[in-house]
């Protein structure tokens, strides 16, 4: 799933009032802002993605760490950021986006994660503030093989299965996507952790008021993909 864009800023006293004033007012004032003063990525959407896969590439045929000049990379953003991908990835400690996206130094990604990769209140939040604060053309949702919090979805539809404290609520977010492949060819964990990852990626371009008006205008594109732990590789989902 794949919706195109660009990039959006505004003032953080104006993000701060819109998030105030409810959604459906944001979404519009958002909408009839011109470009903050103060810088944002010039990177496109194409160029975002074109990186994203460049470097993943770079971490499967090269997966050696590279020296990175770190004290130099937080000198130079210090004062500002500008990241030109989101990525909505699990919590799972094998899938960190800055490596598995060939090792991109601070200040490039601004990464929400959370058990199943999940557009959870926070997640939709911060997703919001990197596409219309921060001017980021591109949002990834990045699911991965054999994915703790899918299984445990997945075991609730075969095994009726419950769970305690918050992950029963957090794993019943996933549940629909399991329920919706159960039975289909091919293994039951990895087809959710598919659909899951395409279902996110469709609440995040259309439940999200804001996020929704800058995919209409053409300004962020939504993708989904999943991540393959043995190989290492990123697969983009349609």
């Known amino acids: 799933m794949c919706i195109a864009c660009q990039n959006l800023a505004l003032p953080r006293r104006s993000f701060l009032a819109l998030a105030a004033s409810g959604a459906a007012a944001a979404a519009t004032a958002f909408s009839g802002q011109a470009l903050a003063a103060g810088a944002t990525t010039s990177v496109t959407a194409d160029e975002a993605l074109a990186r994203l896969k460049s470097g993943n590439e770079k971490f499967v045929s090269a997966p050696q760490l590279c020296a990175a000049d770190l004290a130099k990379q937080r000198g130079a953003i210090a004062k500002a950021q500008t990241p030109w991908a989101s990525i909505v990835g699990c919590a799972d400690s094998r899938t960190p986006p800055e490596l598995v996206f060939g090792g ?130 990123v697969e983009y989902l349609t």
Do not use: W
């Open 104 to 233: 991109t130094g601070l200040g490039e990604l601004f990464v929400a994660r959370n058990a199943g990769n999940m557009a959870d209140t926070a997640t939709m939040g911060t997703i919001e503030y990197g596409a219309a604060e921060l001017g980021i053309p591109l949002i990834l949702v990045l699911g991965h093989q054999r994915c703790g919090a899918v299984a445990a979805a997945c075991s609730v539809v075969e095994k009726h299965a419950k769970f305690p404290g918050s992950i029963g609520p957090m794993v019943a977010a996933i549940v629909p996507a399991a329920r919706a492949v159960h039975g289909k060819p091919g293994d039951f964990v990895e087809n959710a952790v598919r659909e899951s990852a395409r279902r996110t990626a469709v609440k995040v371009a259309t439940d999200s008021k804001i996020v929704a008006g800058l995919v209409k205008a053409k300004k962020v594109k939504v993708l989904a993909a999943c991540y393959d732990l043995d190989s290492g590789r």
